[in-house]
């Protein structure tokens, strides 16, 4: 009874398919459900990041920014 309703709906899919390609495409995945329907599996993915960036006081900050400015402008230090 199965392999009759199969051949009379086949041509009647690939009929249907000449005009809408989602026709053949539910035939594939009902008569070859393992090749065509995939395996149902979800695939999650979530991100995150954490910057820790240096935490200097504002002492060495000044520090630093003297030397920069000596060496921007050519002073040579000590």
């Given at each position: 009874?199965?392999?009759?309703?199969?051949?009379?709906?086949?041509?009647?899919?690939?009929?249907?398919?000449?005009?809408?390609?989602?026709?053949?495409?539910?035939?594939?995945?009902?008569?070859?459900?393992?090749?065509?329907?995939?395996?149902?599996?979800?695939?999650?993915?979530?991100?995150?990041?954490?910057?820790?960036?240096?935490?200097?006081?504002?002492?060495k900050?000044?520090?630093?920014?003297?030397?920069?400015?000596?060496?921007?402008?050519?002073?040579?230090?000590g």
């Open positions: 009874m199965r392999g009759h309703g199969r051949l009379r709906a086949l041509p009647a899919i690939k009929a249907a398919g000449e005009k809408d390609w989602r026709a053949w495409d539910g035939w594939l995945k009902l008569t070859h459900p393992a090749e065509y329907r995939g395996s149902g599996a979800k695939i999650e993915v979530s991100a995150s990041a954490n910057a820790n960036l240096p935490v200097i006081s504002e002492e900050l000044r520090e630093l920014q003297e030397i920069r400015r000596r060496l921007l402008s050519g002073e040579k230090s």
